[in-house]
């Protein structure tokens, strides 16, 4: 009787162990709970967050993914259908998932977020947007016993203008929250069409798993370096941005995982296409580059045709 009761506890804790050793892998919870939460209040506005979290689950740190819309920072939301569904998906495979809202400063004016938008306007937008989520990053780590969040274990993903506040604000230097654990750096990042401004921001101390997606021919976001939204330099939002090729390619240089998922001819519907064509991609970024820190140089290149006048003559696209 002895000898079953030891052989059925050490059954039960190789199947615990087995069962953490799989999780983030695949989909393991039919249930998810939404909490909504104000993380800030600016000029008058309340910032909310949708934090999506597995039920009856009793993992006590649990890895997160801050995901920021898109809309040009003049609209988008952070709820609709789509996005709710991804965050769904994505909670159900054991993330706490966290998508917010932030400052929409372009909404509403006229030259919105293009050629005729004053480039100072457009960095101070970005900056504004980015120091939002950093606010929204501090507010899931001052609270992360009530969701049971691992500090160190923090992805940030966007799509668009989303993704160009994401990718800004995760190549930076490790932030200081005040944990006894020390400084934190996000975990990993997943850039749905976004660029950087400068590729200095990126170095050994900045640098960090990256899963960048974009279209070869965006006209809005460069797939390498060129003006935002092609704009013609003298124009007020001529504006030199380094998208997705050109992060991979400095990342490749300091030896940091990256994978590049290129799509050739498409455009700037690459900020929300991989919801769904390729959510495989995204959970095994997550799985292997961030939580195993099993992650290698990538590039997925998605055959299709392409715009001569708008493809910088990348050979891996050509016709």
Same mark, same amino acid.
């Given at each position: 009787?002895?000898? +079953?009761?030891?052989?059925?506890?050490?059954?039960?804790?190789?199947?615990?162990?087995?069962?953490?050793?799989?999780?983030?892998?695949?989909?393991?919870?039919?249930?998810?709970?939404?909490?909504?939460?104000?993380?800030?209040?600016?000029?008058?506005?309340?910032?909310?967050?949708?934090?999506?979290?597995?039920?009856?689950?009793?993992? !006590?740190?649990?890895?997160?993914?801050?995901?920021?819309?898109?809309?040009?920072?003049?609209?988008?939301?952070?709820?609709?259908?789509?996005?709710?569904?991804?965050?769904?998906?994505?909670? $159900?495979?054991?993330?706490?998932?966290?998508?917010? /809202?932030?400052?929409?400063?372009?909404?509403?004016?006229?030259?919105?977020?293009?050629? +005729?938008?004053?480039?100072?306007?457009?960095?101070?937008?970005?900056? $504004?947007? $980015?120091?939002?989520?950093?606010?929204?990053?501090?507010?899931?780590?001052?609270?992360?016993?009530?969701?049971?969040? +691992?500090?160190?274990?923090?992805?940030?993903?966007? *799509?668009?203008?989303?993704?160009?506040?994401?990718?800004?604000?995760?190549?930076? !230097? !490790?932030?200081?929250?005040?944990?006894?654990?020390? !400084?934190? *750096?996000?975990?990993?990042?997943?850039?749905?069409?976004?660029?950087?401004?400068?590729?200095?921001?990126?170095?050994?101390?900045?640098?960090?798993?990256?899963?960048?997606?974009?279209? /070869?021919?965006?006209?809005?976001?460069?797939?390498?370096?060129?003006?935002?939204?092609?704009?013609?330099?003298?124009?007020?939002?001529?504006?030199?941005?380094?998208?997705?090729?050109?992060?991979?390619?400095?990342?490749?240089?300091?030896?940091?995982?990256?994978?590049?998922?290129? $799509?050739?001819?498409?455009?700037?519907?690459?900020? *929300?296409?991989?919801?769904?064509?390729?959510?495989?991609?995204?959970?095994?970024?997550?799985?292997?580059?961030?939580?195993?820190?099993?992650?290698?140089?990538?590039?997925?290149?998605?055959?299709?045709?392409?715009?001569?006048?708008?493809?910088?003559?990348?050979?891996?696209?050509?016709?």
């Amino acid at each position: 009787m002895q000898r +079953n009761v030891k052989l059925l506890f050490l059954f039960l804790l190789i199947t615990q162990f087995a069962a953490g050793q799989d999780r983030y892998a695949y989909e393991q919870f039919e249930e998810i709970r939404v909490e909504t939460a104000t993380y800030a209040t600016k000029d008058g506005e309340n910032l909310d967050m949708d934090i999506y979290l597995p039920q009856y689950d009793n993992e !006590p740190e649990r890895a997160t993914i801050i995901y920021l819309h898109g809309g040009g920072f003049s609209s988008g939301e952070r709820n609709s259908e789509k996005i709710k569904s991804f965050c769904t998906n994505l909670a $159900s495979y054991g993330y706490v998932v966290a998508s917010i /809202s932030y400052r929409l400063t372009r909404k509403g004016k006229a030259e919105g977020f293009g050629c +005729n938008c004053p480039t100072q306007v457009k960095i101070n937008t970005i900056y $504004s947007a $980015s120091e939002d989520l950093q606010d929204a990053a501090f507010f899931l780590i001052e609270n992360r016993h009530q969701y049971a969040i +691992n500090p160190q274990q923090i992805i940030l993903a966007g *799509s668009s203008a989303g993704a160009e506040t994401a990718l800004n604000t995760a190549y930076q !230097p !490790p932030y200081c929250y005040g944990l006894d654990s020390g !400084p934190v *750096s996000f975990a990993g990042v997943i850039g749905m069409a976004g660029a950087i401004a400068d590729t200095m921001a990126l170095y050994d101390e900045s640098a960090i798993p990256s899963l960048l997606f974009h279209g /070869s021919d965006d006209p809005l976001v460069p797939y390498g370096s060129a003006p935002h939204h092609y704009c013609k330099e003298g124009a007020p939002g001529y504006w030199l941005l380094h998208g997705s090729h050109t992060i991979a390619e400095k990342l490749k240089q300091l030896n940091v995982p990256c994978w590049l998922h290129t $799509s050739c001819g498409a455009g700037h519907e690459l900020h *929300s296409q991989p919801f769904t064509d390729y959510f495989d991609v995204i959970t095994e970024f997550c799985h292997q580059f961030v939580i195993e820190k099993n992650g290698d140089q990538r590039h997925t290149i998605i055959e299709g045709e392409h715009n001569a006048q708008r493809f910088n003559d990348y050979n891996y696209c050509s016709q």
